[in-house]
């Protein structure tokens, strides 16, 4: 169950974020904060405690708050991103961490590895985490170095097509992920059970389980009755403005 999550709020600079689908058009900075906000909202109905972070003009990514930092109950990771643009966003988090964790269990990855938090994910004790454009084999390295001083293990999975790890699979417990794509065969998964994504829905793939609720995109309504069909409460959240810089739900926040 989680109790904290963080989140960011989308800055002025919000439409000029990385985007790999410029055909979509820019976010629409006024229809990004309200959704964002209705974000906000959502969790809270999960019964967790949400920490609003200003946001910071500098970085027009930044509201992607997931890919700075990863946290576990025992410890937490502070990444180096891949994206060049994006590797300052590091500092400003490292405070909000430390309001949580200690300093001696805050961990750090360093030049030249480079990890995000949107290839790393979370299945119980394990951690499954995504070699791509934006997390190196030495980020991988330094990772597991660090998890395995509290007990976890960490799984490599070689990304082929998708930009993050969790842009095409994701855990929302009871041995379940939602899958879409290349990770619908991968055998590093194959004990698990499959909800299936359509192609034509592949964007809401990226879900979040939060205290036995699932957060879905909304437009999505396909997904949302699979997941509703394996006995899931779905709560519709529209994320269609980060959408257009490559952001998707879990991007959004990180909880713990």
Known sequence: MFKNVIVKTPCKNVCEGITGAPELGKPIYEKALLQHSAYIEALKG????????????EYPDSCFV?????????????TNPGAASRNGETKGIIPVISNFY?????????????????DVMMAGDTFYVG????????GIGQFTDILSKYGYKVIPVPLERVLHLKTGVNYIENNTLLVCGEFIDKKVFSDY????????????????????????PAGYPITA??????????????????????????CLSLRF
Do not use: H, M
């Open 225 to 250: 009755k699979l997941i509703e069909q394996a006995g899931y409460e779905v709560v519709l959240v529209d994320t269609s403005e980060f959408r257009k810089i490559d952001g998707g739900l879990s």
């Open 46 to 57: 999960c019964g967790v405690k949400v920490t609003l972070l200003e946001a910071d003009d």
């Open 66 to 78: 997931e890919d700075v930092a990863v946290v576990t109950e025992n410890c937490a990771v502070i």
């Open 193 to 216: 059970k499959k909800i299936i994504i359509p192609e034509s829905e592949s964007y809401a793939a990226n879900c979040i389980w939060v205290n036995s609720k699932v957060l879905v």
């Open 131 to 138: 070699k791509s454009a934006r997390t190196n084999e030495e």
């Open 102 to 118: 200690e300093s001696g269990v805050i961990e750090y990855i360093k030049a030249p590895a480079t990890l995000e938090g949107g």
